[in-house]
């Protein structure tokens, strides 16, 4: 298969990824609008409560194990918390969340559209792929730091605000530098790219 | 940019098109014609040598420096 055949379905894939992004958002924004005027036809009990981080649950009924019992406690896991009928503004703030994330990936496939369009466009060396490949990096950074931080201070919020006995709950911030990293590594491509580009040009611009 | 071409100005002084001067010395109008907008970035030591060849005068006459401020 050639390369402009490999761009060609590339391309195709990025945008049927591109509509089911756009698809997620559409359904997070619209699932909040509906909660916020309180539909009739949208039940929050059945919106899968929200997750939560524990670090220790402890369970008065023993295990039994071969006729025995055991003490025994599950720790450092997560969960769904469903609580019934009660006005849960958490749900909203992990809808935040999920939106920012959303529209954050939805950025970096449009992003990345568009460098594939100038691709089988045969438009290779041009400063707006290198523009592209930048903000794909910025991008990559953002999702790595800020939904983190949105979830953070939901946790810390639903931790100050639910006591649930024997539940211990856990509240980190999840730094994902694995992330990070490759943000880096996208950003030092793209800069290297660009001066790549005006190189070029002054190539091209030399008589 | 600080250094203005006045390729024009030679070429008109020699009664010489862009036309001209191209196939005399080579090189593209394309080019020429970037060369005389001012939007080249370089120009090669050889090429300068045809083009001053061709028009018989100084690189001096076909490139002046005028300093950002003024």
Not at chain 1, 25 to 54: C, E, M, Y
Not at chain 1, 84 to 100: E, P, T
């Amino acid at each position: 298969m050639d390369n402009y055949k490999i761009l060609k379905v590339t391309k195709i894939i990025l945008n049927i990824f591109w509509y089911l992004q756009l698809a997620v958002v559409a359904s997070i924004i619209l699932i909040g609008l509906l909660l916020l005027f309180d539909v009739d036809f949208i039940d929050l009990n059945r919106l899968n409560g929200f997750k939560i981080h524990f670090s220790k649950i402890i369970f008065s009924d023993p295990l039994i194990y071969n006729g025995e019992n055991y003490d025994f406690s599950l720790t450092n896991g997560e969960g769904r918390l469903h609580i019934n009928d009660l006005d849960q503004k958490f749900v909203y703030l992990r809808m935040f969340g999920a939106l920012i994330d959303s529209i954050v990936y939805l950025m970096i496939i449009h992003f990345l559209r568009k460098i594939f369009e100038s691709l089988t466009e045969n438009k290779y060396f041009v400063s707006s792929n290198g523009m592209y490949i930048k903000k794909i990096a910025i991008s990559i950074i953002f999702l790595s730091i800020v939904p983190e931080m949105i979830y953070y201070l939901t946790d810390r919020w639903i931790i100050s605000t639910i006591e649930l006995k024997n539940v211990i709950f856990k509240n980190e911030f999840n730094f994902e530098y694995q992330t990070i990293l490759l943000g880096l590594l996208v950003f030092v491509i793209s800069i290297v790219f660009l001066r790549g580009i005006e190189l070029k040009e002054d190539q091209d611009l030399t008589i | 940019m600080p250094i203005i071409t006045n390729l024009d100005v030679v070429l008109a002084k020699r009664k010489m098109s862009l036309t001209d001067l191209s196939e005399r010395v080579g090189i593209t109008i394309a080019n020429l014609s970037i060369l005389k907008s001012g939007k080249a970035r370089a120009i090669r030591f050889s090429t300068l040598e045809l083009i001053c060849k061709e028009l018989d005068c100084q690189p001096g006459d076909i490139f002046e420096f005028v300093p950002k401020n003024k």
